[in-house]
């Protein structure tokens, strides 16, 4: 069974920066893809950004600008740089992979982000 562990979040500052960190328990090149999803009390899990196995970037309009997604195959991991936090990025940020064939999609637990003065 694939794992997904999340790091890196936290209580920070508007304006702060925080990176979040994603090790698999595979080699993240056999994903089709890899991403962030987000969910924010009371709201609905929103995707913020994927990585596709060609390199591929797509962020969430909400984001662009302020989140990178990026990937280390040598460490086996997914990044997320977030700048100029806003309070409302509070969330719980959860990794996930996907392979297309067959069909399958993993989840990590999540990592809070809390985003208050």
């Known amino acids: 069974q694939v794992q997904l562990v999340e790091s890196g979040g936290g209580l920070v500052q508007p304006g702060e920066s925080l990176r979040l960190s994603c090790a698999a328990s595979e080699l993240i090149f056999t994903f089709d893809v890899m991403g962030w999803y987000r969910q924010a009390p009371g709201k609905q899990r929103e995707l913020v950004a994927t990585?596709?196995?060609?390199?591929?970037?797509t962020y969430v309009d909400s984001v662009k600008g302020r989140f990178t997604i990026s990937r280390d195959n040598a460490k086996n991991t997914v990044s997320l740089q977030i700048h100029s936090l806003k309070p409302e990025d509070t969330a719980v940020y959860y990794c996930?992979?996907?392979?297309?064939?067959?069909?399958?999609?993993?989840w990590g637990q999540g990592t809070q982000v809390t985003v208050s003065s």
């Open positions: 990585i596709r196995s060609d390199g591929t970037l």
């Open positions: 996930y992979a996907r392979r297309v064939l067959p069909a399958v999609q993993y």
